[in-house]
C-alpha cells in the first residue's frame, strides 16, 4: 500500500509524458512478475520485497486507467458507461477478492493468491498490446520535474505509511507525530516546487476547476466512509457474531451485486438524463442511510434483518455515487492533464481509504474500551464501539453531501443548443456538458 499510494501521482503524470499505453504495459508486467516473486517467496523478506513491487506495478498501471478512458471513449454516453464498469471493479473487486481469496487459502495455500495473478497478467498484457492504439505523450521536457517527483513520492509514501500505524504506534506517539509532520513538510515542499518549477509535474492550473478539486474532497469522504464500512462490519461479523472469514465474505456477496447492477445496468443513463451531481447526491444520500443502519445494529444480529438491508443500501449508494464523482472529477481535466487527474483521483482515493480505515478502528476501540470499564459484555462495548465509528462514517457522507450540493454547484440555465451548432448543451443541474459522465 504504501508503495501503491505514494507512486499513483508520479505514475499518472509519467503517463502523460511518455504515452499512456507504455505506462499501462509497464506496470502490468511488473506486477505480474511481482506475483510470481511473491509466490515462489520462501521467507518474509522476499514476500515484502514482491508485494512492494506489486504496488509500484499497481500504481503505474492504475494510475492511467481513467486517462485512457476518457481520451478513448470522448461520447458522452460511452464515456459515462466506461466509468460505471471501471467504478464497479474499483468497487466490487475488494468484496470479490475477499471471497475468492479466502477459497483460495483455504484449498490451495496462500502462495495460490499470488500464482493467480501471473495467467491473468499475460493475457491481460497481451490484450493491451493488441487492443490499445500507441500514442505518444507529450515528452519528458514537458514535465520531467524530478526534484518534484522525489518530494511528492517521498511525501505520500510517509503519509500513508503514517496513516497506517498511527492506530499501532498512537496517534499521539513521536513516531506518528514525527513522520506526520515531516510529510507534509515534504508535500508542502512539493506544492512550492510547482508554483515555481519550469516544467512542473503537477501544474496548479488545473485546480481552477471546482470539478477537480471538489470531486477529489468528495471522494476522500466518500471512500473512508466506505472502507471504514467493509473493515468495521467485517469486524463486527466475526468478533461479535462469530462468521468465518469466508462467512464474511459472503455477507458483502450482494453488496457487490447491487454495484454491478446500479454501476453497470442504469448509472450512465442516469448521469446522462439528470446529471453527475445529482446522481452523485443521491448515491450520497443512500449511503448515509445505510451507515444509519449499522450505527443500530445490536448485539446479537440477523443478517437478513440487520445486516442485509444496509448491505444492499450501500451497494445502490457505491453504484451511483463511484460512478458520478470520478466523472465529475475527469470532467475539470483537459486530455493532455487526464493522466495526471487520473492519478490524482486514485491517489486520494487511497488517502481517503487510509484515513477512514484507521481513525474509524481508532475511535472504534477507544469507545469500546470505556465502555468495557462499565461492566459491560465484550459483545456489547464491541458493538458500542462500532455504533459510534459507523455514526462518524455517517457523517462523513453528510459532509460530502453538502460539499457537492455547493461546491459542485453551476449557475442555473434553461438547457440551449451551442450557438456554433455543435449541438453540445448544458446539462439538467447546469453542469458543462463534460460533467454529465
Not at 473487486?93 to 475477499?98: F, L
Request: glycine residues 14%; proline residues 4%; positive net charge.
Amino acid at each position: 500500500m504504501i508503495a501503491f499510494g505514494g507512486l499513483l501521482l508520479l505514475s499518472g503524470r509519467l503517463g502523460d509524458l511518455i504515452g499512456r499505453k507504455r505506462m499501462l504495459l509497464s506496470g502490468l508486467t511488473v506486477f505480474t512478475a511481482a506475483s510470481l516473486l511473491c509466490g515462489l517467496a520462501g521467507n518474509q523478506e522476499l514476500l515484502i520485497a514482491g508485494r512492494f513491487l506489486q504496488g509500484i506495478g499497481g500504481a503505474m498501471a492504475s494510475a492511467v486507467t481513467l486517462g485512457m478512458i476518457v481520451t478513448l471513449f470522448t461520447e458522452p454516453r460511452e464515456q459515462a458507461k466506461a466509468i460505471g464498469i471501471f467504478s464497479f471493479v474499483a468497487a466490487a473487486g475488494g468484496s470479490i477478492g475477499v471471497i475468492a481469496g479466502g477459497v483460495l487459502t483455504q484449498t490451495a495455500g496462500w502462495h495460490s493468491i499470488f500464482f493467480i495473478n501471473v495467467p491473468i497478467g499475460i493475457v491481460i498484457v497481451a490484450l493491451a498490446i493488441r487492443l490499445f492504439t500507441p500514442d505518444r505523450g507529450l515528452g519528458l521536457g514537458v514535465g520531467a520535474d524530478l526534484v518534484g517527483a522525489f518530494l511528492v513520492t517521498s511525501g505520500l509514501m510517509l503519509l500513508v505509511y503514517t496513516i497506517n500505524k498511527a492506530e499501532e504506534r498512537g496517534w499521539g506517539s513521536a513516531h506518528t507525530l514525527g513522520f506526520g509532520a515531516l510529510s507534509i513538510v515534504l508535500l508542502a515542499g512539493f506544492v512550492l516546487r510547482q508554483a515555481k518549477a519550469n516544467s512542473p509535474l503537477l501544474p496548479l492550473r488545473i485546480f481552477r476547476s471546482r470539478y477537480l478539486w471538489g470531486a477529489n474532497l468528495i471522494q476522500i469522504l466518500f471512500v473512508a466512509g466506505l472502507f471504514g464500512f467493509q473493515f468495521l462490519l467485517a469486524l463486527y461479523l466475526q468478533s461479535v457474531n462469530g462468521y468465518s472469514a469466508v462467512e464474511t465474505g459472503l455477507a458483502y456477496l450482494p453488496g457487490p451485486i447491487v454495484i454491478a447492477v446500479i454501476s453497470l445496468g442504469f448509472s450512465a443513463r442516469l448521469m446522462t438524463r439528470f446529471g453527475g451531481r445529482t446522481v452523485l447526491l443521491a448515491g450520497l444520500a443512500f449511503t448515509v442511510a445505510a451507515l444509519v443502519l449499522l450505527a443500530r445494529l445490536p448485539v446479537s444480529a440477523t443478517y437478513v434483518v440487520d445486516v442485509l438491508p444496509a448491505v444492499v443500501l450501500l451497494g445502490v449508494g457505491a453504484g451511483l455515487a463511484l460512478p458520478a464523482v470520478i466523472g465529475l472529477a475527469m470532467s475539470g481535466a483537459t486530455p493532455s492533464d487526464s493522466g495526471l487527474a487520473s492519478g490524482l483521483l486514485n491517489t486520494t482515493q487511497q488517502i481517503g481509504g487510509a484515513l477512514g480505515v484507521a481513525v474509524l478502528a481508532a475511535l472504534a476501540s477507544s469507545r469500546a474500551q470505556s465502555l468495557l470499564t462499565d461492566r459491560n459484555s465484550t459483545a456489547a462495548a464491541l458493538t458500542g464501539g462500532y455504533h459510534l465509528s459507523f455514526g462518524v462514517a455517517a457523517g462523513l457522507l453528510v459532509a460530502g453531501f453538502l460539499l457537492a450540493a455547493t461546491v459542485l454547484r453551476s449557475p442555473k440555465a434553461p438547457a440551449q443548443p451551442d450557438p456554433r451548432g455543435t449541438g453540445k448543451s448544458s446539462d439538467a443541474d447546469g453542469s458543462p456538458a463534460s460533467a454529465l459522465h
